[in-house]
T-cell receptor, first 114, second 112 residues
Framework: AQSVAQPEDQVNVAEGNPLTVKCTYS??????LFWYVQYPNRGLQFLLK??????LVKGSYGFEAEFNKSQTSFHLKKPSALVSDSALYFC????????????FGKGNQVVVIP | DGGITQSPKYLFRKEGQNVTLSCEQN?????MYWYRQDPGQGLRLIYY???????QKGDIAEGYSVSREKKESFPLTVTSAQKNPTAFYLC???????????FGPGTRLTVL
């Protein structure tokens, strides 16, 4: 079975500083990895995904993530955080052999301080 | 939230009543999904459907039922057998079973 760990409940960062949201995963075989963002009382918005190829994936709104197979990690990053980036961020993983079954982490609340 | 609509946005139910949540998509996606979100627990898969007239149980299907009679519609019924139904319910769809899932705006169900 696949699983995701997002070790920090909340990430606080000053506006303009780099933002990192951590994600580690466990899956049998090769992973499909995703990041989503959720604003209060809204659905999830897709940010980016890793399927294969370059380990550095670029996504929406200036976000990027780096796939590290040896560390089973897929950390989300943004060089300069905005107050509008304050939201709940979810990492998700599925096995390439069973892509319907996404396993989500518990989410990280990001607070960007003006 | 794209072309996926969920209704109603808020729903209140008395204990012992069944209730049906609507999910419609105009994206021509083959696959559709239902998730439940509880605070601090992330999302959990209830049911999914890869094609019309076919669906499979997810991780927490007990107390729920679905149908997929049309490609664009995937309604979820929360039955009285669901012991703790108060939650935020999210519908998603994808072009195929192997593609990115896109989410609707959600329905917040509260049992009174």
């Amino acid at each position: 079975a696949q699983s995701v760990a997002q070790p920090e409940d909340q990430v606080n960062v000053a506006e303009g500083n780099p933002l990192t949201v951590k994600c580690t995963y466990s899956v049998s075989g090769n992973p499909y990895l995703f990041w989503y963002v959720q604003y209060p009382n809204r659905g999830l918005q897709f940010l980016l995904k890793y399927i294969t190829g370059d380990n550095l994936v670029k996504g929406s709104y200036g976000f990027e993530a780096e796939f590290n197979k040896s560390q089973t990690s897929f950390h989300l990053k943004k060089p300069s955080a905005l107050v509008s980036d304050s939201a709940l961020y979810f990492c998700a993983v599925s096995a390439t052999s069973f892509v319907n079954r996404l396993a989500f982490g518990k989410g990280n609340q990001v607070v960007v301080i003006p | 939230d794209g072309g996926i609509t969920q209704s109603p946005k808020y729903l209140f139910r008395k204990e012992g009543q069944n209730v049906t949540l609507s999910c419609e998509q105009n994206l021509n996606h083959d696959a559709m999904y239902w998730y439940r979100q509880d605070p601090g627990q992330g999302l959990r898969l209830i049911y999914y459907s890869q094609i019309v007239n076919d669906f499979q149980k997810g991780d927490i299907a007990e107390g729920y039922s679905v149908s997929r009679e049309k490609k664009e519609s995937f309604p979820l019924t929360v039955t009285s057998a669901q012991k703790n139904p108060t939650a935020f319910y999210l519908c998603a769809s994808s072009i195929s079973a192997t593609d990115t899932q896109y989410f609707g705006p959600g329905t917040r169900l509260t049992v009174l």
